[in-house]
């Protein structure tokens, strides 16, 4: 036996979900991270989406899917843990995918579900094309980091601030 993570096309009523929520933590986000305030996040965390996802789930070049998962071998008893969004674009090396966001839900934390879905993510861009995958990770984030440290992505660029 062993656990199972798949990425699995989202259908309309995930990605009302998904939007609710992802654009909820990205503001917030922005706010840990001192570029927003909380007045102004709600809606330029909105513009965001609609710039990156202008027709929704129908955006093409974004791929969105639900990460599910299952602690067995049985595909059918697989569960909702979670989500990821990532786009592809042409670059001068070729066709790179772009994380902008993933969520692997509180319930499923600590299982190693992270790393699995940051597989899963470069099987899915290795078949859509893709040669890269980058990512922005905020600097407080520190889970995230580590994540992506263990699944091989370095470091190629640092803005630091400090307050005075």
Do not use: C
């Not at 199972?4 to 609710?20: C, G, K, N, S």
């Not at 889970?143 to 660029?157: F, I, P, Q």
Request: charged share 25%.
């Amino acid at each position: 036996m062993s656990s199972i993570l798949t990425l699995v096309p989202m259908d309309a009523e995930q990605y009302e979900r998904f939007e609710q929520r992802s654009l909820a933590d990205y503001a917030d986000e922005k706010i840990q991270a001192g570029t927003w305030t909380a007045e102004e996040a709600p809606e330029r965390a909105a513009e965001s989406f609609a710039r990156y996802l202008p027709q929704r789930l129908e955006t093409p070049h974004a791929h969105l899917y639900m990460l599910m998962y299952s602690d067995t071998d049985d595909v059918e008893s697989q569960e909702e843990a979670g989500y990821i969004w990532f786009n592809i674009t042409d670059s001068v090396q070729g066709k790179e995918a772009f994380l902008l966001d993933i969520l692997v839900y509180d319930s499923y934390q600590g299982r190693g579900l992270g790393t699995l879905a940051m597989g899963a993510l470069e099987q899915e861009a290795r078949r859509l094309g893709a040669v890269r995958i980058g990512l922005h990770v905020f600097g407080h984030n520190e889970r995230a980091l580590h994540v992506y440290r263990k699944s091989g992505y370095r470091v190629t660029d640092i803005q630091m601030s400090k307050e005075i």
